[in-house]
């Protein structure tokens, strides 16, 4: 089992910027992706961006290529979601998953912290 706690989301203003993190514990030693998503109350969950836990790896949706930037400490079993030149449709909550087996088997998710951007 793996255990996921997101922090760093709230409140800001278009233009600004956000750090989310995840922090894995349990069973950390497997081989893992770490992804970040994104839901808005009524829509599908979307993904946002992707890394290898030694960081090698990452993939990001077009929706946050060149605003965002994924990062991660493997020492820390942590994973870092830079947000910058944040826009309104940035507006979701933010889940961290980890992947096991594969690219996109995400089977460990975070609760999920709130991002706010006002206009």
């Known amino acids: 089992q793996v255990q996921l706690v997101e922090s760093g989301g709230g409140l800001v203003q278009t233009g600004g910027s956000l750090r989310l993190s995840c922090t894995a514990s349990g069973r950390t030693s497997y081989k893992y992706y770490m992804g970040w998503f994104r839901q808005v109350l009524g829509k599908e969950r979307e993904f946002v961006a992707s890394?290898?836990?030694?960081?090698?790896?990452?993939s990001y949706a077009d929706s946050g290529k060149g605003r965002f930037t994924i990062t991660s400490d493997a020492a820390k079993n942590t994973v870092y979601l830079q947000m910058d030149s944040l826009k309104p449709e940035d507006t979701a909550v933010y889940y961290c998953?980890?992947?096991?087996?594969?690219?996109?088997?995400?089977?460990?998710w975070g609760q999920g912290t709130q991002v706010t951007v006002s206009s």
């Open positions: 890394i290898s836990r030694n960081g090698a790896w990452k």
């Open positions: 998953a980890a992947s096991v087996g594969g690219v996109s088997n995400y089977v460990y």
